[in-house]
């Protein structure tokens, strides 16, 4: 079945340290985004990517890092210069280079900095 | 801004009572799209709304946009505790490559 898989579900992570969040998607989609969620907020986008080898920050880029070296892969890095890192991060895709089709999301990463 | 808001942010019903929420924006929006979140889940597509005054429906879901494109909302007819959750809209940015959500409506409805 086609889809998008994250990994790891649950993540702890001391302060200080830096963490890679998997996401990658068998849809064949151009499209690939990251979404942060917070309690009793939206979705807030922190980077996206239409093509490979090229990706354009969001709303909330600062402290994070990303990669598009493969069409089915768009891992996120969570860097030690985030100032508030947990929460619950969504990777999304859609199909072509325009958000102009419904999100596909994964199942999400629950990131806990302890 | 490029938000939309949307109201209310938690609504509690009685199974088999309506429900509604409400996505509203400053300025014209090209399209909506409204989301599904179970408690614990990830987002799922529902549905996407483009022409002015449409209106779609899903089973007891109904979806409609406003004739001036600057709202929309979702309205569920009798609801199931299978409808539990959090619902969000979604604008297109100005630019087109990428949605911006709304702070979503929780559902909780009580057997």
């Known amino acids: 079945d086609g889809g998008i898989t994250q990994s790891p579900k649950y993540l702890f992570r001391k302060e200080g340290q830096n963490v890679t969040l998997s996401c990658e998607q068998n849809?064949?989609?151009?499209?690939m985004y990251w979404y942060r969620q917070d309690p009793g907020q939206g979705l807030r986008l922190i980077y996206y990517?239409?093509?490979?080898?090229?990706?354009q920050k969001g709303d909330i880029a600062e402290g994070y890092s990303v990669s598009r070296e493969k069409k089915e892969s768009f891992p996120l890095t969570v860097t030690s210069a985030q100032k508030n890192p947990t929460a619950f991060y969504l990777c999304?895709?859609?199909?072509?280079?325009?958000?102009?089709?419904?999100?596909?999301f994964g199942s999400g990463t629950r990131l806990t900095v302890v | 801004g490029q938000q939309v808001m949307q109201i209310p942010q938690y609504q509690h019903v009685q199974e088999g009572e309506d429900f509604t929420t409400y996505c509203n924006s400053s300025?014209?929006?090209?399209?909506i799209q409204w989301y599904k979140q179970r408690p614990g889940g990830h987002p799922v597509f529902l549905i996407q709304?483009?022409?002015?005054?449409e209106v779609k429906k899903q089973k007891r879901l109904t979806f409609q946009f406003g004739e001036a494109k600057k709202n929309s909302s979702l309205h569920i007819t009798a609801t199931q505790t299978t409808d539990v959750g959090t619902y969000f809209c979604?604008?297109?940015?100005?630019?087109?490559?990428?949605?911006?959500f709304g702070t979503g409506t929780s559902l909780t409805v009580i057997p």
């Open positions: 849809l064949n989609h151009d499209a």
């Open positions: 999304a895709s859609t199909m072509g280079g325009q958000a102009n089709y419904g999100y596909t």
């Open positions: 979604a604008r297109l940015s100005n630019t087109g490559n990428q949605f911006y």
């Open positions: 709304l483009v022409k002015s005054g």
């Open positions: 990517s239409q093509i490979v080898n090229d990706f």
């Open positions: 300025t014209t929006l090209s399209n």
